[in-house]
């Protein structure tokens, strides 16, 4: 291996490499992207759907402090009665929160939802709880905790009632923070996104993601414990790491799912909590794949217009060298190639010719032979002095021996040799021709020719188009020769632009299997007439026109043959 080649590959493969990586860069980093724009837009979804639902039971919580049932079991001087356990029930369960309590300024419950429950909180002391503090020192308050009895987490709206100007108790709603999590499955239609929502110390308060719920995102210290504990905000239960591996501050890899997610970071309104939402983040995926691929065949096309261009370049001085030669060359074999076709037009038009030979030679003999009797005639009555009968003979012969040279002149102008010559042609006489030229053969076969074309022009060369058609002409002869009715139509139409001419015989029609070679050069199913070159070559002339040639049985019976043809010459 020579050292250009070993530098040259060595420059390739640089090359590649480099455009990979780059690719893989660049897809990656708006990969990246459009995980984050994915995470905000559901983040901000997310979270304005949280924060609905947290205003939607603070004003439930807000109206309730206000209601005249709430406040009447506040008074301490009226006989207790469970028409506020009935009402707060009725509450409860048209807004679809879990428990509705109220609670005095000693944090005792006095009436609750659940009153006629084996759990009901009524008598049950809640001072301790970070909601009711709350709502005692701030009027209002949103907490989230493990229900004492139900160890269910949940979300505490409370709301301090005022009666007479002053802080007479506190109303609680608490919402199973399970119900925020199934309505978000309803509501989200990205799939694998996933959230969390968490407090100041980083505790998973809720997640469509079980495993994290009540998990830490970061190490907890020492005083962070010590505060929960004294809160009973999580009862007894231990807070344990979260089983994410921080990436940096805005992606994360979750070992379960063998995945790495990007993270938007949203803060809720009406809450103290930030909303976490995860989209994950495809390395190897379909678009990376097809991008490297696109790469790849970009950089070998470049490389083999690169290789095309260095052989081109190498080799121009021998192809200005070569050119005239070659030139030369192929100039002599496109005159070969023509003179070929000449010569097989001229072997065709010649077969052609043999074929008529016969009838040819019968449609001049009879002409010969009556002028012969007439001139033995004619002898006689000059004899006798009878001269207009004489005359009228003569006449009589000078008609036979002009039929004969227009057959003769006919056959010798469709054997000549001539120029390819494009012109405008009347279509009528064209037909006019080609039918003096195989009138003899048509009467030997005894073919009724059945002829009413339009007075239209063609755009072709007449001579060779009288070819086509006197081939056409003899092929039906041929086809009917045993046929009882033999009758040759010659119809043609016409548009704006085309004229369309059929040509249909009363024979026994063309062979299913000989439709599709027909035209093929050779292929003849007549091996006593001709050598199989007439349609071939008549379909080379007819498409020298920008003409088209088909062939096909006649519904009526027979063959049909299709020539079309432009009136003018075609615009290329």
Not at 142 to 170: M, N, P, W
Not at 493 to 514: C, F, M, P, Q
Request: charged share 20%.
């Amino acid at each position: 291996m020579s050292n250009k080649l070993v530098v040259k590959l060595l420059v390739y493969s640089v090359v590649l490499v480099v455009a990979m990586v780059l690719t893989v860069q660049v897809t990656l980093q708006q990969q990246a992207q459009r995980a984050h724009q994915q995470a905000r837009v559901q983040g901000a979804h997310l979270s304005d759907y949280i924060d609905r639902q947290f205003s939607r039971y603070q004003r439930i919580v807000d109206s309730l402090s206000r209601s005249k049932a709430v406040h009447q079991a506040l008074d301490i001087k009226r006989a207790a009665s469970q028409d506020t356990d009935r009402y707060l029930h009725d509450m409860q369960l048209a807004s679809g929160a879990s428990d509705v309590y109220l609670l005095n300024t000693s944090g005792t419950v006095v009436a609750t939802s659940n009153w006629h429950l084996p759990y009901s909180y009524k008598g049950n002391n809640f001072a301790f709880r970070g909601y009711f503090r709350d709502a005692m020192r701030h009027h209002s308050a949103i907490d989230f905790a493990l229900g004492q009895r139900s160890r269910k987490r949940g979300f505490y709206f409370s709301q301090a009632v005022t009666v007479a100007g002053e802080v007479a108790g506190v109303i609680v709603v608490k919402v199973n923070a399970s119900q925020f999590e199934a309505d978000k499955a309803a509501l989200d239609s990205v799939q694998d996104t996933l959230f969390a929502l968490v407090d100041e110390n980083n505790v998973v308060l809720m997640s469509n993601a079980e495993p994290w719920r009540l998990t830490s995102l970061s190490p907890m210290t020492t005083p962070q414990r010590q505060q929960l504990k004294q809160s009973q905000q999580f009862l007894e239960r231990t807070i344990a790491p979260a089983p994410w591996q921080w990436q940096g501050q805005a992606q994360v890899y979750i070992a379960k799912r063998k995945r790495t997610f990007v993270i938007d970071d949203t803060a809720l309104a009406r809450a103290p909590y930030q909303l976490l939402t995860l989209v994950p983040r495809n390395y190897l995926n379909e678009t990376l794949v097809a991008r490297l691929g696109v790469t790849l065949m970009c950089l070998l096309v470049l490389i083999a217009l690169v290789e095309y261009l260095l052989v081109k370049v190498a080799g121009y001085r021998q192809l200005l060298y070569s050119e005239r030669s070659l030139a030369e060359q192929v100039k002599q074999r496109s005159q070969e190639l023509e003179q070929a076709q000449d010569a097989l037009v001229r072997t065709a038009k010649l077969a052609t010719i043999g074929q008529l030979s016969a009838s040819v030679n019968h449609e001049i003999n009879q002409p010969l032979s009556a002028m012969s009797a007439y001139i033995a005639a004619s002898k006689r009555l000059i004899a006798r002095g009878q001269y207009d009968k004489a005359l009228s003979n003569l006449q009589l012969i000078e008609q036979l021996v002009n039929r004969v040279h227009a057959i003769a002149a006919q056959l010798k102008s469709f054997s000549q040799k001539r120029e390819h010559k494009m012109q405008a042609t009347s279509l009528v006489q064209t037909i006019d021709n080609a039918l003096l030229v195989a009138g003899p053969q048509l009467k030997e076969y005894g073919v009724e020719v059945c002829y009413h074309p339009p007075n239209v022009t063609v755009w072709v060369d007449p001579y060779q188009f009288e070819q086509v058609l006197v081939n056409l002409f003899a092929n039906a002869c041929q086809a009917m020769e045993k046929q009882a009715v033999k009758r040759l139509r010659i119809e043609a139409d016409s548009d704006d632009e085309n004229v369309y001419l059929s040509i249909i015989d009363t024979g026994l029609g063309i062979e299913h299997h000989a439709l599709s070679s027909i035209f093929e050069p050779f292929y003849t199913t007549k091996s006593e007439h001709g050598l199989g070159l007439g349609l071939s070559i008549s379909k080379q002339i007819i498409e020298s026109f920008q003409g088209t040639l088909s062939a096909h049985n006649h519904p009526d019976g027979g063959a049909e043959f299709l020539i079309s043809l432009h009136q003018q010459e075609p615009q290329i």
